[in-house]
C-alpha cells in the first residue's frame, strides 16, 4: 500500500496571485507540443510560424472546448439554472471529449488559413496530443482529484481524506497509458509516412481503449453515477463514439494506402 503525497496544489504564490500545479502542466503540454511540433515541421515542409499558429489554435480549441464540454456533459442541470458557470473556469472543470472537439474544430480553421486538409493537420498533431493528457493527469494527481474505486492491489493508495481504504491511482494510469504509452505508439507510429488519416484513426482508438479500461477502475461523478448497463460511465459513454470512429478512419486509410 502506497500513502498520498499531498502535495500542496498551489505551485508558487506571488501576492495574492495563486499559480496552480494545475495550471502549469497545461503548460508542460502545450510547450511539449510547440518543440515537438517543431521538430516534425522539418520533415512535412511546415514552418515555424506554422507550428506557433497552431498550437495557438489547438491551445484556444482545448481551453474553450475543455469548458464548454464539459458544463455540457457533466454539469448541464446547474448550467440551465445558472449559465454563469460555463465562465467560472477557476472553480475546476474540464472535459477531455469537449477539449477534443474543440481541437477538431481549431485544427479546422487551421487548415483553411494554411490550405492543408483536415486530416493533414489532425496526423500531424495527433501524437503530440498525449504530452497534455499525460500532463493533466499529473494535474488531476496533485489536485487530489478523479480518485479510483477501493483496492487491496499493491498499486493502492491511501488517501487519509477518503477513509481507510486504499484507492486506484487511476490519475496515475491514466497518465502512464493516455500519455506516456499513447505518446510513444503515435510517435513510432508516425515516424514513418503514413495513409491518410491513419495516424488519427490509431489516436482514437487508443485513446479509446486506454480511457474505456481506466473507467472501470476509476469513480464515476458523485453526481453523475453510472449511466448504462449499471457500470457504463460518462467517460465510456463518450468514449464508444470515439472508438467506431477511429476504427472506422483506419478503415479508410487501410484503402487510401492500397491505391497509392
Not at 16 to 21: V, Y
Not at 60 to 87: A, K, Q, S, T
Not at 118 to 135: C, K, M, Q, Y
Amino acid at each position: 500500500m502506497l500513502n498520498y503525497p499531498q502535495i500542496d496544489p498551489v505551485a508558487l504564490s506571488l501576492g495574492s496571485l495563486n499559480i496552480h500545479w494545475y495550471g502549469l502542466m497545461y503548460l508542460v503540454g502545450f510547450l511539449g507540443a510547440w518543440l515537438l511540433g517543431r521538430y516534425r515541421a522539418k520533415r512535412n515542409g511546415w514552418s515555424n510560424d506554422q507550428i506557433d499558429d497552431l498550437i495557438f489554435y489547438a491551445a484556444m480549441g482545448v481551453v474553450l472546448g475543455g469548458r464548454i464540454g464539459y458544463v455540457l456533459f457533466y454539469n448541464f442541470p446547474v448550467f440551465i439554472d445558472n449559465p454563469i458557470i460555463l465562465i467560472k473556469i477557476w472553480q475546476g472543470g474540464m472535459s477531455f471529449h469537449g477539449g477534443l472537439l474543440g481541437v477538431l474544430i481549431a485544427m479546422y480553421l487551421f487548415g483553411k488559413k494554411y490550405k492543408h486538409s483536415f486530416f493533414e493537420v489532425t496526423d500531424f498533431i495527433a501524437p503530440l496530443v498525449p504530452i497534455g493528457l499525460g500532463a493533466g493527469r499529473v494535474g488531476n494527481f496533485i489536485n487530489g482529484e478523479l480518485w479510483g474505486k477501493p483496492t487491496d492491489s499493491v498499486f493502492g493508495m491511501l488517501v487519509p481524506d477518503l477513509g481507510e481504504l486504499p484507492r486506484h491511482p487511476s490519475q496515475l494510469y491514466e497518465a502512464a497509458s493516455e500519455g506516456v504509452l499513447l505518446f510513444l505508439i503515435l510517435w513510432f507510429y508516425s515516424s514513418k509516412p503514413k495513409a491518410t488519416m491513419a495516424v488519427s484513426g490509431l489516436f482514437l482508438i487508443g485513446y479509446g481503449v486506454f480511457r474505456f479500461s481506466v473507467e472501470f477502475v476509476r469513480l464515476p461523478d458523485a453526481h453523475l453515477g453510472y449511466l448504462a448497463f449499471g457500470w457504463l460511465t460518462m467517460g465510456q459513454v463518450l468514449t464508444v463514439p470515439m472508438l467506431l470512429l477511429g476504427v472506422f478512419l483506419m478503415f479508410k486509410a487501410k484503402q487510401i494506402g492500397k491505391k497509392a
